[in-house]
Nanobody
Framework: QVQLVESGGGSVQAGGSLRLTCAASGLSFGDYNMAWFRQAPGKERAFVAA????????HYADSVKGRFTISRDNAKNSVSLQMDSLKAEDTAVYYC???????????????????WGQGTQVTVSS
């Protein structure tokens, strides 16, 4: 059974930084692309960033490009999201997810990911 557990959320002022980490178990972690999504109050869950199984390629939503950095450590079965220059509009519950298949290329589509963490709250005050 795949288990993804996010940590590192919290409250921060605009302009500040947070680092989210997702610990994975129950899967061959190094074989799958991973992603972060977020869901703001009253909105649908949205793609944030993704990284290939080997960490060689990344993809970001335009809204976070240049401010967020996704990385992974296959030896520790973990994926992280470094969030800098945070804005009030980054406030959301953040989820990590593992790809449904061993995919060539990165997908921003929620339906292409089949294992999800419980989410961690990030609140940015202006």
């Amino acid at each position: 059974q795949v288990q993804l557990v996010e940590s590192g959320g919290g409250s921060v002022q605009a302009g500040g930084s947070l680092r989210l980490t997702c610990a994975a178990s129950g899967l061959s972690f190094g074989d799958y692309n991973m992603a972060w999504f977020r869901q703001a109050p009253g909105k649908e869950r949205a793609f944030v960033a993704a990284i290939t199984w080997n960490g060689m390629s990344t993809h970001y939503a335009d809204s976070v490009k240049g401010r967020f950095t996704i990385s992974r450590d296959n030896a520790k079965n973990s994926v992280s999201l470094q969030m800098d220059s945070l804005k009030a509009e980054d406030t959301a519950v953040y989820y990590c997810a593992s790809d449904r298949v061993q995919r060539v290329g990165l997908s921003p589509r929620e339906g292409d990911y089949d294992a999800w963490g419980q989410g961690t709250q990030v609140t940015v005050s202006s």
